[in-house]
């Protein structure tokens, strides 16, 4: 089964359960091989950003900007927004801005893994509806047209 396949008014929550787990929603209107590709690229880089970060890249109080970038993945944004380790661990109310804070040299590194991770997830959720509302067939017939009446 095709995207062309699947009803249009299934697309909404195909893009739900894309944006919490990556890759699933293109797996549900059946572009598995996409899918897949997606769930092994966004899904690890996510994970590996968090654990070289130690668990501080996904903050709402230390990156309240990039977070809606982290927010491309759902799932493990929501989840650590819900238990916010950072918030204690990094920025106690003693805390002074000036005095240095314990923080792992490799956090800033971990911070962008998670943000790309979380733009990519956007971009295929992006590619979901472009594909499920505008099918393959559909563009290579104007890509035809196109190049019959350019000639």
Not at 112 to 136: E, H, K, Q, T
Request: glycine share 10%.
């Amino acid at each position: 089964m095709t995207s062309n396949e699947k009803p249009l008014a299934t697309l909404p929550i195909d893009l739900l359960w894309g944006w919490f787990v990556p890759g699933l929603g293109h797996m549900r209107r059946g572009l598995r091989r996409q899918g897949l590709v997606v769930l092994g690229v966004v899904t690890p880089l996510f994970v590996a950003g968090l654990f070289i970060s130690d668990l501080e890249a996904v903050s709402r109080e230390i990156h309240p900007h990039a977070f809606w970038a982290q927010l491309g993945v759902a799932s493990g944004t929501l989840a650590l927004v819900a238990i916010d380790p950072v918030g204690d661990k990094i920025l106690p109310p003693s805390s002074s801005v000036l005095e240095p804070q314990d923080v792992s040299a490799w956090a800033d590194t971990g911070f962008l893994f998670v943000c790309i991770a979380g733009l990519l997830n956007f971009l295929a959720l992006f590619d979901l509806f472009d594909r499920s509302v505008y099918p393959p067939a559909e563009r290579a017939a104007d890509a035809a047209r196109q190049a019959g009446g350019a000639g």
